[in-house]
């Protein structure tokens, strides 16, 4: 790269994360053969590591450094810089350094395709292929496909294009794809009353896991095989709904502390609930929106997420504000361990906090308003209005504004553990959640167990259960049930002939160590949390069902 500097010293930096994926990255450490000299001459210019994240590059005189180095380039991931034989990812935070207190700087990237090769991405490019950035924001926001893409039929909405360019996308019918993308799309633009961008352009990797979002692009791992199913298909297209819509949720209707990004540290907020919440509540309703998927698709979706977040111990320990926060903390495989007994997801409780909050609106404006007015709402009154993000108290504020109500016990649900009165949000639109507990017939130890080679390995242990209270911890090997060899009939035999009260003598084995454990077998509880609609429900219920499954909204033809 080359760059104006002053006489003195100028530092250059890498970022250590890409906003959108709130993990460290080890991007400073894939920088490697660094040199910096003085630009179309062979003087090299003296530098040094200040620190993991910054070249300090020395100048006798002002004038134009050239900085080369090389970076390794080995993982396709959307995250991650990626080269081999027949593609190349750019990822943007991973390849570019930045000059310090210069990120508003404009820049140009110059790219030697291979031949045979094309470029995709969200930036503009000048006639003779170089693109071009505002500033160091935009292009840290904008990746590049490289390779022989393949280019599935653009669409248009509002006279503006969308494509979608990938590597390896599999077989599938490509014009079914994009023309459900394009439902998807006008379902949200019409929501939101606005398109905010010139082009939009999806980047396949190639199959594989994850996504992540841009202000005009988002990089997606990407394989349509499969498409003609509709589970497969519904699942494929929940994913690039949320990947787009987080154009408008998380990238412009934002958190505060969501930009500027802070590309040394990390940008910290207790608001994802919202940022990813609030986008897997929308995928899901913008496929029923669109026509793609039934009333009964739609329900089942956040039905699924509510029981499985109700059967996570997590709920008892952690608000959805704090598994904000800590999100950082969570690894490069997200919660293991004994975190998932003491963590929550914001990707499954915060879409049942925006079905709420949806049905509250509905219900205290007589059906007159709903979450799409406060989306609406932050999105003039911050993005368009005051180019910045909304501080957690501004939220609340729009919301209650909106609802035009107080909202203290929405908001506690929020900032604390505090259980969710199910049967009153989801009851607004003529829903009822099965609370009741019932008891499971014979024995409960509260043990999972995995039978391979003979041997019975416990694999999980619910939480305060009786193998729980025995100190039986997950990994632990089960030698003897009752003097008896361990296998899977014993222990299913434990289940089934099995009583609450009795007492179960394990043999086990742990970290090199023979033990013995005695424990006593309980009831399980169960409740099924099962959503049905309600028999006979009030006019306002009945509306508000109506409108929210957009049974009355439907567009012809699609
Ligand atoms: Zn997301």
Not at 93 to 118: E, F
Not at 141 to 164: K, N
Not at 268 to 280: D, F, H, P
Not at 460 to 470: H, K
Request: aromatic letters at 12%.
């Amino acid at each position: 790269m080359t760059c104006r500097i002053e006489a003195g010293y100028t530092d250059f930096k890498i970022p250590v994360w890409m906003p959108g994926y709130y993990q460290l990255m080890d991007y400073p450490e894939n920088i490697e053969q660094f040199t910096a000299s003085v630009y179309t001459t062979t003087d090299s210019l003296r530098w040094e590591r200040a620190d993991r994240q910054t070249w300090r590059v020395y100048a006798n005189a002002p004038g134009t450094v050239l900085l080369q180095y090389k970076v390794k380039a080995t993982r396709q991931f959307v995250a991650s810089a990626f080269l081999n034989g027949k593609q190349a990812f750019l990822a943007p935070t991973a390849l570019y350094l930045y000059r310090q207190d210069h990120l508003q700087d404009p820049v140009a990237v110059q790219i030697d395709v291979p031949k045979g090769w094309q470029a995709a991405t969200g930036l503009d490019s000048l006639p003779d292929g170089t693109l071009t950035a505002g500033d160091f924001d935009q292009l840290y926001d904008s990746p590049v496909l490289l390779g022989q893409l393949e280019s599935f039929p653009a669409f248009f909405v509002r006279g503006v294009p969308h494509y979608f360019l990938a590597i390896d996308p599999g077989n599938f019918d490509r014009g079914a794809l994009m023309s459900d993308l394009q439902g998807i799309v006008e379902a949200a633009v019409e929501m939101m009353g606005d398109i905010p961008y010139k082009k939009y352009v999806f980047l396949g990797i190639g199959p594989g896991m994850g996504g992540i979002e841009h202000m005009n692009s988002t990089a997606v791992s990407f394989s349509g095989d499969g498409y003609e199913k509709p589970a497969v298909r519904n699942r494929m297209l929940g994913f690039l709904a949320h990947e787009y819509f987080h154009h408008f949720n998380v990238k412009r209707i934002r958190p505060v502390e969501l930009g500027p990004f802070d590309y040394g540290k990390g940008s910290r907020t207790s608001q994802l609930w919202i940022s990813e919440g609030i986008t897997v509540y929308y995928n899901e309703i913008l496929l029923r929106r669109a026509g793609l998927i039934s009333a009964d698709d739609l329900l089942e979706s956040f039905a699924g997420m509510l029981r499985n977040y109700e059967n996570g111990t997590g709920k008892l320990f952690q608000s959805v504000a704090q598994a904000s926060f800590d999100t950082w903390s969570d690894g490069p495989f997200g919660r293991t361990g004994d975190l998932i007994n003491k963590t929550i997801s914001y990707y499954e409780k915060g879409p049942l906090l925006a079905w709420m909050l949806d049905l509250k609106i509905r219900h205290a404006t007589n059906n007159k308003k709903s979450l799409d007015d406060l989306m609406r709402r932050l999105y003039q009154e911050y993005y368009k209005g005051k180019h910045r993000g909304f501080t957690d108290t501004e939220f609340r504020q729009a919301a209650e504004q909106i609802a035009g109500v107080p909202l203290d016990e929405f908001f506690g649900y929020v900032y604390t553990v505090a259980p969710l009165n199910y049967n009153r949000y989801l009851g607004y639109s003529a829903l009822a959640v099965d609370t009741a507990a019932v008891v499971v017939p014979g024995a409960w130890t509260g043990m999972k167990a995995q039978f391979r080679r003979d041997s019975v390995r416990v694999t999980q242990v619910a939480w305060e259960s009786p193998a729980w209270q025995a100190g039986i911890l997950p990994g632990t090997v089960i030698l003897q049930v009752n003097g008896t060899t361990a296998t899977a009939n014993t222990m299913d035999s434990i289940r089934t002939s099995g009583r609450a009260g009795d007492i179960i003598r394990l043999e086990t084995f742990r970290e090199g160590k023979a033990g013995q454990r005695a424990l006593i077998a309980g009831s399980e509880m169960k409740i099924s949390w099962k959503v049905t609609k309600l028999k006979h429900p009030g006019a306002l219920q009945q509306k508000i069902w109506n409108s929210w499954v957009a049974e009355d909204s439907f567009r012809a033809g699609r």
